[in-house]
Nanobody, 126 residues
Framework: QVQLVESGGGLVQAGGSLRLSCAAS????????VGWFRRTPGKEREFVAA????????YYADSVKGRFTISRDNAKNTLYLQMNKLKPEDTAVYYC???????????????????WGQGTQVTVSS
């Protein structure tokens, strides 16, 4: 059974940092495109960052560019999201995801990802 388990969320003051982890089991994700998304109540799931296996490129939403860094440790089958200079508007449930299919280029679309974690809450106070 494939599982993605996020950790590292919590409460932090504006300007602070958090590091999210996503540990995968049941499947090796070293050849998958992996990403982070977030959702706030009443809104659709929003793209945050992605790391494509094809070309090993990283992509970020404009709202987090320069503050967040996505990385992966294939030996540990783990994905990370380092979040710095956090803002209250970053408050959300954060999800990691993996796309096991052929890379389509649509890394920003939740629909292309077939494995999801349960989410971890990040709350940034002002």
């Amino acid at each position: 059974q494939v599982q993605l388990v996020e950790s590292g969320g919590g409460l932090v003051q504006a300007g602070g940092s958090l590091r999210l982890s996503c540990a995968a089991s049941g499947r090796t994700f070293s050849r998958d495109t992996v990403g982070w998304f977030r959702r706030t109540p009443g809104k659709e799931r929003e793209f945050v960052a992605a790391f494509t296996w094809s070309g090993a490129r990283k992509y970020y939403a404009d709202s987090v560019k320069g503050r967040f860094t996505i990385s992966r440790d294939n030996a540990k089958n783990t994905l990370y999201l380092q979040m710095n200079k956090l803002k209250p508007e970053d408050t959300a449930v954060y999800y990691c995801a993996a796309d096991s299919g052929v890379y389509s280029g649509n890394y920003y679309s939740p629909g292309v990802y077939d494995y999801w974690g349960q989410g971890t809450q990040v709350t940034v106070s002002s």
